[in-house]
């Protein structure tokens, strides 16, 4: 079973263009991300949701939009899509702040490869 | 500004031998480490982790070693296997901001039959 699970896997989409990728997490956690890694391979959080609330959210252009509809779901919508958006984006789960959590605090999805064009 | 690093971008080793990975990192208020390994076109999978009150954390065949007076970590994989072939991230946290891990940029390990 798989559990973080996004889609596509895969985006080609050029320049302009508006585009969503959907997250949903089948582990019972609380707490969801969206991480990118960039050309340089550096994985960088995005945003952070705790029971459908925004927690973290860093220096990010306001095209990107997450959205949380409930605690086992978190998509990113991305405005106005430019070159330097290419990249591989993540969403990952965990047990907000719980002992369990301390052992493996995120569970990571397959990743999303955006290119823009 | 990177506050974890990863200078190795690469490391080649015979399997049976061991592996060490090594991480640096600048932020003295990390109290938590962690490894993960990706394979390609998956995401990354945890490994093993620590607390920075420890200086060390076993779990079969690897050993995460902690020096908080070097700011130091390194990773260690004995023996090394062919299915260790991946790339490891050393990543940090600062509890209070839970989630919020910092990565550095990954090692490729390549373990050679």
């Known amino acids: 079973d798989t559990a973080v699970s996004q889609t596509p896997k895969y985006l080609v989409t050029q320049m302009g263009n508006d585009k969503s990728i959907k997250c949903e997490q089948n582990?019972?956690?609380?707490?969801m991300y969206w991480y990118k890694q960039d050309s340089k391979k550096f994985l960088k959080i995005m945003f952070s949701?705790?029971?459908?609330?925004?927690?973290i959210n860093e220096t990010v252009p306001n095209r990107f939009s997450p959205k949380s509809p409930d605690k086992a779901h978190l998509n990113l919508h991305i405005n106005s899509l430019e070159l330097g958006d290419s990249a591989v984006y993540f969403c990952?789960?965990?047990?907000?702040?719980?002992?369990?959590?301390?052992?493996?605090?995120?569970?990571f999805g397959n990743g999303t490869r955006l290119t823009v064009t | 500004d990177q506050q974890v690093k990863q200078n190795s971008p690469s490391l080649s080793v015979q399997e049976g031998r061991i592996s060490i990975l090594n991480c640096d990192y600048t932020?003295?208020?990390?109290?938590?480490f962690l490894w993960y390994k990706k394979y390609p076109a998956e995401g990354p999978t945890f490994l093993i982790s620590?607390?920075?009150?420890?200086d060390k954390n076993e779990d079969g065949r690897f050993t995460v070693f902690l020096n908080k007076s070097a700011k130091h970590l390194s990773l260690h994989i004995v023996p090394s296997q062919p299915g260790d072939s991946a790339v490891y991230f050393c990543?940090?946290?600062?509890?209070?901001?839970?989630?919020?891990?910092?990565f550095g940029a990954g090692t490729q390990v390549v373990v050679t039959p």
């Open positions: 949701y705790n029971n459908k609330e925004l927690i």
């Open positions: 932020n003295s208020m990390f109290d938590y």
């Open positions: 990952a789960s965990s047990l907000e702040g719980t002992v369990s959590s301390y052992n493996s605090p995120l569970h």
């Open positions: 620590i607390s920075s009150i420890k």
């Open positions: 582990l019972g956690h609380d707490t």
């Open positions: 990543a940090a946290i600062y509890r209070p901001g839970w989630g919020k891990l910092q």
